[in-house]
């Protein structure tokens, strides 16, 4: 028989005789993966989100916390398809249907992700829409660990707030190698220690659907919560400057002038950060973004003034460290200062001749014109680069607003090189192209204080990984040694301890305590009324506190932020430690009455 005919007989039982090896190779010897990965198939992952980590103010009380809470989420692609049921969940958690429809279409770039879109919900309402889900396609419900922000309003400029994430969120993230959670930090520090916050998620694995039966977790890994953050503020000092700050536009931030600690930070007006878990109301969203009051703006972080008389902190260090310091070199005030055809500027009294103690003491702007004027322009910026004054100083918030220093550059550009005698003297007493953040004042004092060392400032005092027992201290960083001999600082602190006792702030002397400080009252071309500014330091001798408080067109600063600052210093100094140590001594010490005590990092 020819060969190719035998061939043509052969080629169907190759064929089917090819089909049976491989059928036989599918069946027994693939039989084994293919069922694991058709029941991997058949298998739902669903994610358990991580409690966010708690934060803790520095005696232990917790000021951002987690609270299980019932949270109705919305799959946007699917929810938004009906009118009728957006309307109904409405009706059903009591908001209008046109702010969850706006709610929903703030986040359609979720796609069918579920969002929260009503938080705290009340089990009436969320046993209706779940027990509702076939007639409510794309709504759902589910207990979250939400975060709860006991302080309220006090410590907002501070910790920020959380709310679901958008795309820069998402981005933001990636590149750091991490997934959002169902919440994300977006200001303060919630964002800054978002990594450290957000904890890991834990995940359910369902089994596949079999018949007759219903799913059943064959496997469950428990979410693993954020680390705590445990922040320098103090609790009492927080509370104490929030109320005095009521009712009034500006700020106060305290440093450890030894660590660069930050131990308060309240910005006036504020907000309540919990009015962002679920979104924003028309009613708040109007309170936070539309009112000129700008309450969600940090005005001790972010808000720059003219620092006024503060300054001439400054302007002391510059004349030192271009050996123009003489203390006993005087200068004469004839309650003016003229500076060659432009207009006198005035000084606050007619001091005659005075030298560098009582100048700084009663605030003499005749005496640091001349000490400028000597100091010189270079001088003057030198000094402002070595206290860091210029640049972001780094303080570990995303809110940090820039300086103004009128460096030679910023003179190119905004005053087209033009700088004259007269905008030199104003640059020494803090006023014309000036402009500070209170924060920078209050590490410029904080130099004073330590004598020389400028520190970064930091809120984050220690964090502590969930299940450790002990947390890992952040460690202050030196920004800059100002290498000035001891003759130098002794004669500022001297000065700045006649302000208080004897001189522009001498009515909020705290008695039988003794602190330093310098007031300004800085002008503003729009009121009448100046920015009250006071800078200072406590106790005079070994200083733990350093602190800066500026209110927006109050006054004078020896009438307003000078007596805000003194019941600050006298709570942190004096009443604070005498309560605790009251206390302790009402305590009977024992070693169980001891260990139950928070501890302090």
């Known amino acids: 028989m020819d060969a190719r005919v035998m061939l043509l007989i052969s080629l169907p039982f190759i064929g089917i005789l090819g089909l049976f090896l491989r059928l036989w190779y599918i069946q027994v010897v693939k039989s084994p993966a293919l069922i694991e990965r058709a029941e991997q198939l058949g298998r739902q992952r669903i994610e358990t989100p991580a409690p966010r980590g708690l934060i803790v103010d520095r005696d232990g009380t917790i000021v951002a916390g987690v609270k299980a809470e019932l949270v109705v989420t919305a799959q946007p692609r699917i929810a938004l398809r009906d009118a009728k049921v957006i309307q109904r969940v409405a009706q059903l958690i009591g908001i209008p249907p046109a702010e969850l429809k706006a709610k929903i279409e703030s986040e359609k770039w979720r796609g069918i992700l579920p969002v929260p879109v009503a938080t705290g919900v009340d089990i009436v309402a969320a046993t209706k829409i779940a027990e509702s889900s076939v007639d409510l396609p794309g709504f759902g419900v589910d207990s979250q660990p939400l975060r709860i922000y006991p302080g309220g309003a006090g410590m907002s400029h501070v910790l920020g707030f959380v709310r679901p994430p958008d795309e820069k969120d998402v981005e933001r993230l990636k590149a750091a190698d991490a997934k959002p959670g169902m919440f994300v930090g977006k200001s303060g520090v919630e964002y800054s220690h978002e990594l450290d916050l957000m904890g890991t998620p834990g995940q359910d694995e369902l089994d596949a659907p079999r018949k007759g039966q219903d799913r059943k977790i064959s496997k469950r890994s428990e979410p693993t919560p954020g680390s705590k953050l445990v922040l320098g503020i103090d609790g009492r000092l927080q509370q104490l400057a929030t109320e005095l700050l009521s009712g009034r536009k500006g700020s106060a931030i305290a440093l450890d002038p030894n660590t660069g600690e930050v131990l308060c930070m309240v910005s006036s007006p504020s907000f309540n950060p919990s009015m962002f878990l679920d979104g924003l109301t028309t009613a708040e969203s109007q309170y936070l973004y539309q009112n000129e009051d700008r309450p969600s703006f940090n005005r001790a ?34 309650g003016f200062y003229s500076f060659g055809k432009g207009r006198p500027l005035k000084c606050l009294g007619t001091h005659g001749s005075i030298t560098f103690h009582r100048a700084f003491e009663k605030s003499c702007n005749t005496y640091f014109c001349d000490l400028a004027n000597r100091v010189g322009v270079d001088g003057l910026r030198k000094a402002c680069e070595l206290l860091h004054l210029g640049p972001m100083q780094g303080i570990d918030l995303r ?16 005053r087209e090189g033009r700088y004259y005698r007269g905008n030199l003297v104003q640059f020494g007493i803090g006023q014309d192209a000036v402009s500070m953040t209170p924060m920078q004042m209050a590490n410029l004092v904080a130099t004073v204080a330590n004598r020389g060392i400028v520190y970064k400032p930091h809120v984050v005092r220690a964090i502590q990984q969930y299940g450790q027992t002990s947390a890992d201290r952040v460690s202050p960083q030196v920004l800059q ?10 004669q500022l602190q001297s000065a700045a301890l006649a302000v208080v006792e004897t001189g522009t702030a001498r009515g909020s002397k705290i008695p039988g305590f003794q602190y330093c400080g310098k007031t300004g009252s800085a002008e503003d071309g729009r009121r009448s009324l100046t920015h ?15 602190i800066a408080v500026a209110v927006e067109n109050a006054g004078h600063g020896g009438e307003v932020a000078a007596p805000i600052a003194s019941r600050l210093i006298k709570e942190f100094c004096v009443d604070g430690p005498a309560r605790r140590h009251s206390a302790l001594n009402k305590v009977p010490r024992t070693p169980s009455t001891s260990a139950a005590l928070p501890p302090r990092f």
């Open 532 to 546: 009250s500014w006071f800078v200072g330091y406590a106790p005079a001798v070994n200083p733990k506190i350093a």
């Open 399 to 414: 809110e940090e607003g820039r300086s103004i220093i009128p460096t030679e550059a910023w003179v190119q550009k905004n």
């Open 301 to 334: 972080t972010q808000a720059t003034y003219q620092p006024g008389s503060t300054f001439k902190i400054v302007t002391a260090i510059a004349a030192a460290l271009t050996g123009k310091f003489d203390p006993n070199r005087p200068a004469y005030c004839p």
């Open 481 to 490: 040694r100002i290498d000035l001999p001891d003759t130098f600082w002794d």
